[in-house]
């Protein structure tokens, strides 16, 4: 079997495990993970229909029929429509040939949207609909050595656009300007797309852990903070790094040092069988022996891969643990409100012994 030939069989024996009869997906992380087909949630609905025991089936737009063929590569059963038909009618058939009604059916509550709800809703009786994200997300937790090569390509170019993006950087700068300068160099790099927005703050404006760049002008003595990933496929990085515009004040300094020490002791601590949420207690005690406790506002972490927000995630409640294969971030933060803010996150690897940094990045104190 193929990648994706075994990865719906996975799907198919966990959704029997959990006594599920199918499984519906819209375009997204979970489609992409099972079809290799990749779109985004558009006007013209796409539903994957999993089965527990048989081939999968789709809704598709008829103008879509070439290109998914050309991607999927096991044997499907596909119900098209046309523009001038509406999709309507394509749910009908499919709900009444694939037998819908009284089966057992799991949704991702986070991806489902209300208008293909609604169309099976209409087409089915006695159904029961349930929860299927972390079913799910079980298949997608450890990375395969595919998944993982992209992810490695992904920090590679990333680090390499932002060494490139440093030595562009002036005072006088706008936010703005600089995030312009990183675009240009992350394309150059060769990435296949921005993994998420990103985020370039300076000064004050760095104590916001998902600020957008801005207009202000960099002036000597601020921190400058980035925090963005470049894509590989359909796979993401996720790095933040935090630099000094000149000389910083000392304060600044001891909370940078604060800060690399929290990711230090998160990355020592992980490895298999670790919780997900004792990775989060090693950084964040680091950082409230420090007196700085009030200032970490947000978890240590994430997992990712095709999603750059993905399960598990570094926080305390989180008892997931950690398994070889698995790829998440390591992001511990200090945000003193109005003055300045130091974020120093890694990508790292779970291995069979420990724990990899993916990201070869410094995380020593650099002045521009």
């Known amino acids: 079997m193929n990648t994706y030939q075994q990865r719906v069989a996975a799907l198919s024996q966990r959704m029997d495990d959990n006594n599920l009869d199918y499984v519906v997906v819209l375009p997204g992380a979970n489609f992409t993970y099972n079809t290799g087909f990749t779109r985004e949630i558009g006007d013209r609905p796409l539903v994957a229909f999993f089965s527990a025991d048989g081939s999968p089936s789709f809704i598709a737009p008829r103008l879509e029929l070439k290109a998914i063929n050309q991607v999927l590569s096991y044997d499907a059963r596909i119900f098209s429509y046309t523009d001038a038909q509406g999709y309507e009618n394509a749910f009908t058939e499919a709900c009444a040939r694939l037998k819908l009604s009284g089966k057992r059916i799991g949704?991702?509550?986070?991806?489902?949207?209300?208008?293909?709800?609604r169309q099976l809703?209409?087409?089915?009786?006695?159904?029961?609909?349930?929860?299927?994200?972390?079913?799910?997300?079980?298949?997608?937790?450890?990375?395969?050595?595919?998944?993982?090569?992209?992810?490695?390509?992904?920090?590679?170019?990333?680090?390499?656009?932002?060494?490139?993006?440093?030595?562009?950087?002036?005072?006088?700068?706008?936010?703005?300007?600089?995030?312009?300068?990183?675009?240009?160099?992350?394309?150059?790099?060769?990435?296949?797309?921005?993994?998420?927005?990103?985020?370039?703050?300076?000064?004050?404006?760095?104590?916001?852990p998902h600020g957008t760049a801005g207009e202000r002008e960099i002036v000597g003595g601020d921190c400058l903070l980035f925090d963005f990933g470049g894509k590989c496929g359909n796979y993401m990085a996720d790095i933040t790094r935090t630099f000094a515009i000149g000389t910083m004040d000392p304060e600044w300094k001891d909370v940078y040092e604060v800060v690399k020490g929290a990711?230090?002791?998160?990355?020592?601590?992980?490895?298999?069988?670790?919780?997900?949420?004792?990775?989060?207690s090693a950084a964040r005690a680091v950082i409230e022996e420090a007196g700085y406790g009030d200032y970490f506002t947000h978890r240590t972490g994430h997992s990712l891969g095709l999603e750059v927000h993905e399960p598990p995630y570094i926080v305390a409640g989180d008892k997931t643990n950690l398994q070889p294969g698995m790829t998440f971030t390591i992001e511990p933060g200090i945000y003193i409100p109005d003055k300045y803010g130091v974020r120093i996150e890694d990508d790292v690897l779970v291995t069979e012994n420990g724990c990899e940094s993916l990201t070869t990045f410094p995380r020593e104190l650099i002045s521009l």
């Open 121 to 208: 809703e209409q087409n089915l009786t006695d159904c029961e609909i349930r929860q299927a994200d972390t079913l799910l997300m079980e298949g997608r937790m450890t990375k395969d050595i595919e998944e993982l090569t992209c992810i490695r390509e992904a920090i590679r170019i990333t680090e390499q656009a932002l060494n490139a993006t440093l030595t562009q950087i002036r005072a006088g700068q706008t936010e703005l300007e600089v995030q312009s300068i990183l675009h240009m160099e992350l394309f150059r790099a060769g990435v296949d797309g921005l993994a998420f927005p990103s985020i370039v703050l300076s000064g004050g404006r760095a104590t916001l």
């Open 263 to 280: 990711n230090a002791a998160a990355r020592k601590l992980a490895s298999p069988g670790v919780k997900a949420e004792d990775v989060d």
């Open 107 to 117: 949704v991702e509550y986070r991806g489902m949207r209300l208008l293909e709800l």
